[in-house]
């Protein structure tokens, strides 16, 4: 314990090897010794222990930046630190944590091995965040390695890249800059290039301009690359500033001493005199008489002591030895652990210390060791302490390993630091701004520059394009790619307009693809979408943008659901700025955007993609069979991998920080949730979701996404796409669900396509179409429906209005008598499902584009069987320019939507029914205040139908699918809009409504005055 003083000063950089790579926390030097080029190691641990009181948790890149060092800091009170686990603690704030809850109403015995999974997901989500919280402060900072890892600008003049894999030996950035040359630069060794968990360091500075000169403070001068000019151009006065910040910060005692290195030398010096003194005042009161010889071998002891501890523990001595870099240091460690014994934390307990006699007094201090702690409090309280003018910090050895120390701090003094400011004010005025870099320096990296990352690996060399690359492009030959460097300047990146949307109370979303979105048999950009599609959006009615095949795929084909780069934006439809100019321009009209997240699964490519990243089969994704998707031959990931976690997590957190994405829709979540990927038959009830098959990791990773998006940003819409509709997707954390604020319904799109084409329309079951479009007589409460999405009218499937409208395909149009009538039944039956499945399916509604005007054609991207044709790959907008029934279809599109924006439809509440008639074939239910009716015969015109309903008084038709506009006859014309109920008991109601109902169509009332008597 008495080696306190002189720990600080041998604080070796081994003690600070980077741990998990995540939130960044600057351990900054302070101004006084951090401009010095010759500050060596011992001036920075000093500084150190006064930093990391006051700098602790700031993000700053710099090269003292320690990313979650191993030094464990009591800077922060108890109470902060309490509140920090509260708030990212599950669901904090909300109703008590039951992991079960979502089983209530079950049959226990039936629902107990769901039940018993139920909790120990929990109970492994809890050790995972609580495992985050401790490295990562909360899951929000968790997810932010993006800040650091792959390729980005260093304020000091350079470029640093950052790479995880662990599995290789050796990794260098290969590129324009270097003609490809893989030595040029590569990691530094030890920890400084390559920490524990296998994350690599590459530092590429950047040029001097010819004629300049390199100057002494070129290492530590920092610039800000987006702004011209900035506080460091005004050439002030750096001592005097210096000064003026120590004289502002530090009060009068705490002065840094101006030869930190003798004041840690005297404090040894000290320290081995008192060891040295007491030990021979112990053999001086136990033998008088043999004190003189005594004292004689007690001084031959300590000078071999001396000896053989000078290389050890004299902080000088270090130096001498090991050098000042930690380099220099960890290559003498690594031959020591070759070459000589390795030292044991466990060996400590059987050192056989020599036998001293000693007083009774002194009998149980000689032979028992008491704690750390208490042992520093007394020999605070001796005389023996002299704190020699520093600040009173101190490290004690108080864990199993002596690079762990546990920093202890002064409460009072701490309280007094940390209620000062930050002096970064005065830090500030040494950056400088681009002017003066670009005078100077040349880019080590240009904008633009092409890179890919080289790997020695047990297998050999190879090249892959970094996990975290934001831009990529095939070469010039087509046949390899790269990461592009994407570093444009200031002039040329998007600057923000308009702030996010409020989230809707009703998701009306149009599901978009940006390739396709063109009229024209090519590939369209994102600045063609923004120009003529977001308007189109806009004044359709919905209120959401949904992009599918936005992350970089090499494959277009795949319609962007084999992802090579999660973090890249498709660089075939334009630059990532202008993404962010479609995403900006969006939000400008009201919209949000929605982003189509593939996290399920990942191209199976290796140089272009993360197959085999580091040469390993388990980096990213698992080996072997449960590692490749049962059907499509993707890759799975690893959810149960720290580091794998830890990439999704910051994907989606990038998306919503960098391009202001509003939500996302996760893509297959089936594909996740099993190792058989949902393809599998689902008929043992409640064993099906929590039997061996059942993925936990995946599982507790969507719960960490959910929870972290809606901590980052409340407002943040998160979909699940599970067509095996897992128990709890929609419901909250705490009782048992994963979290999500959707999950999507794909029965309804699958029974119309069925039925048109399978299904004659006479034998159309009404009672079979309300049970599968009610979704809150299944339980789903929160869940998004579509008439069709994209898979419907992809590779060989067909639209509903292709469907409907071609006569060669529709069951039953062989006894219509044209073709005319033929089309004119196919849109007035295409209005009818858009309004029940609307109203009567959830509470958020998609349409794909195009299909909201009956798009004739169904989408096929260029592949070798077309012959690689786009002719198919396209939208044909122009069919809204003529008045026919493309145009009509579109008018009543927009009529529904506008409906649900002013009456808010989707969130009425549940829906009550009030009729079905397999005979009649008509159909009507009550949502909220709303009234609907539906006539699906074909034929039969009902001049006076009633029905029950649960209110009585006056109802107001306020939407008809006959209108003329909408391309119906308006039968309805010369009828009153307003009805009121009449007393009688019908269909378990005593009321009723008597409606007229003309064949194939529907009808919205809206309850206006209600009458006092009712059901």
């Known amino acids: 314990m008495m080696d306190i003083c002189s720990n600080f000063t041998s604080f070796s950089a081994s003690a600070c090897r980077f741990r998990r790579v995540g939130t960044v926390r600057s351990i900054s030097v302070p101004a006084k010794c951090s401009l010095k080029s010759s500050t060596n190691f011992s001036t920075v641990s000093h500084s150190l222990s006064h930093s990391v009181v006051r700098l602790s948790g700031l993000a700053l890149r710099s090269q003292y930046v320690g990313r979650l060092s191993t030094i464990k800091c009591a800077t922060k009170e108890q109470d902060v630190k309490n509140e920090r686990q509260r708030k990212s603690a599950p669901d904090s704030g909300k109703k008590k944590v039951d992991p079960v809850g979502i089983l209530k109403g079950l049959d226990p015995l039936i629902a107990k091995p769901l039940a018993i999974f139920l909790r120990e997901r929990y109970r492994e989500y809890k050790v995972l965040k609580e495992k985050i919280v401790e490295e990562d402060d909360d899951l929000v900072e968790f997810a932010s390695a993006y800040e650091v890892m792959g390729l980005k600008r260093h304020p000091r003049h350079g470029v640093e890249f950052y790479e995880w894999g662990p599995a290789a030996r050796f990794c260098s950035l290969v ?403 202008d993404f962010k100019r479609l995403v900006d321009t969006a939000h400008g009209l009201g919209l949000i955007v929605l982003l189509d997240i593939v996290h399920s699964h990942a191209a199976p490519n290796e140089m272009n993609g993360l197959a085999k990243f580091d040469g390993s089969a388990d980096c990213y994704f698992f080996p072997g069979k449960r590692g490749t998707h049962k059907r499509w031959g993707t890759r799975m990931f690893r959810y149960g991998e720290y580091d794998v976690l830890r990439y999704l997590l910051s994907n989606l ?172 039944y196919g849109v007035q039956l295409l209005k009818m499902i858009k309004l029940i499945t609307l109203s009567l399916g959830g509470s958020a509604y998609l349409t794909f584009m195009g299909n909201e005007f009956g798009h004739p054609e169904c989408v096929e991207f260029p592949r070798s069987s077309n012959r690689h044709s786009y002719q198919r790959a396209r939208r044909q907008w122009n069919l809204l320019q003529d008045n026919g029934q493309h145009r009509q279809l579109a008018c009543f599109d927009r009529a529904l939507m506008m409906l649900d924006e002013d009456e808010k439809l989707q969130a009425s509440g549940p829906v009550r029914l009030c009729h079905i008639d397999e005979s009649t074939k008509v159909i009507t239910y009550k949502r909220g205040t709303f009234f609907f009716a539906f006539n699906f015969h074909r034929k039969n015109f009902y001049e006076v139908y009633k029905v029950g309903v649960p209110d009585a008084g006056e109802f107001e038709r306020i939407l008809d699918t006959d209108l003329r506009e909408f391309g119906g006859a308006h039968q309805l014309e010369s009828q009153p809009s307003l009805l009121s109920t009449s007393r009688g008991r019908l269909d378990d109601f005593s009321n009723v409504l008597a409606l007229q109902l003309p064949p194939l169509t529907a009808q919205v009332y809206k309850l206006g005055r209600i009458w006092e008597h009712g059901t």
């Not at 003026?244 to 002065?255: H, L, S, T, V």
């Not at 999405?789 to 209005?801: E, F, P, R, T």
């Open 653 to 824: 957190k990038w998306w919503v920080e960098e391009y202001q994405i509003d939500g996302f829709h996760f893509h297959s979540v089936n594909s996740m949730l099993y190792t058989h990927n949902g393809f599998s038959e689902f008929n043992n009830g409640v064993q099906d979701f929590c039997n061996q098959y059942v993925d936990k990791d995946a599982q507790i990773y969507l719960m960490c996404a959910n929870e972290m998006l809606h901590q980052l940003n409340p407002n943040l819409v998160t979909i699940a796409e599970d067509v095996t509709r897992y128990p709890g997707l929609c419901e909250p954390i705490s009782q048992g669900g994963l979290g999500f604020d959707y999950c999507v319904n794909i029965l309804p799109s699958e029974m119309w396509a069925h039925l048109i084409e399978n299904v004659p329309y006479e034998e159309w079951s009404m009672t079979e179409i309300v049970k599968t479009l009610d979704a809150y007589s299944e339980g789903l409460k929160k869940t998004l429906v579509y008439t069709e999405n994209h898979n419907q009218s992809i590779v060989g499937g067909k639209s509903l209005a292709e469907m409907l409208l071609n006569s060669s395909r529709a069951k039953g149009d062989e006894t219509l008598p044209a073709e005319s009538s033929r089309k004119s």
């Open 175 to 577: 590129g324009d800059f270097n003609e490809w040359v893989h030595r040029a630069n590569c990691a530094g060794e030890f920890y400084l290039g390559r920490d524990d968990y296998g994350n690599w360091r590459i530092f590429v500075p950047d040029n001097l301009r010819p004629g300049e000169i390199e100057l002494e403070d070129d290492d530590f001068q920092e610039y800000n690359y987006l702004q011209d000019f900035d506080k460091g151009d005004e050439h002030h006065d750096m001592e005097a500033v210096f000064e003026q910040a120590n004289e502002d910060y530090w009060e009068p005692g705490e002065e840094l001493p101006d030869d930190l290195e003798a004041v840690a030398m005297d404090i040894w010096n000290e320290i081995k005199k008192n060891q040295k003194d007491r030990m021979a005042r112990q053999v001086t009161e136990e033998d008088p008489e043999g004190s003189e010889g005594s004292e004689e071998e007690l001084d031959e002891a300590d000078d071999e002591e001396e000896e053989t501890d000078e290389g050890e523990d004299d902080p000088e001595s270090y130096m001498k030895r090991f050098g000042n870099t930690a380099e220099d240091l960890d290559a003498v460690q690594e031959e020591e652990g070759e070459g000589g014994e390795d030292w044991d934390d466990e060996d400590e307990k059987d050192v056989e210390f020599p036998k001293v006699k000693e007083s009774k007094e002194d009998e149980d201090e000689t032979y028992h060791l008491e704690d750390p702690r208490t042992r520093y409090e007394k020999w605070r309280a001796s005389k023996e302490y002299n704190d020699y003018g520093l600040p009173p910090v101190a490290i004690i050895d108080e864990g199993p390993s002596p690079t762990e120390p546990t920093l202890v701090y002064d409460p009072v003094w701490e309280k007094r630091v940390m209620d000062k400011e930050m002096p970064f004010p005065y830090w500030e005025l040494m950056i400088k701004g681009r002017k003066a870099w670009e005078k100077r320096y040349t880019p080590g990296i240009p904008h633009l520059g092409r890179y890919r990352v080289y790997f020695h690996t047990p297998d050999g060399p190879l090249e892959r394009i970094s996990a975290w690359a934001n831009y990529v492009l095939p070469d010039k030959e087509g046949g390899t790619y790269s990461g592009v460097f994407w570093d444009p300047p200031p002039e040329q990146r998007h600057k923000w307009r308009n702030a996010r949307p409020k989230r809707p109370t009703t998701l009306r979303i149009y599901e978009c693809h940006i390739g396709i979105s063109s009229e024209f048999p090519r590939i369209a950009t994102y600045r063609d979408f923004t120009s003529k599609v977001l308007p189109h959006v806009k004044k359709s009615g919905y209120n959401a943008v949904q992009l599918i095949g936005i992350q970089e795929h090499a494959e277009y084909s795949s319609v962007g659901y084999k992802v090579n780069h999660m973090f890249a934006t498709s660089s075939r439809f334009g630059t990532p700025e």
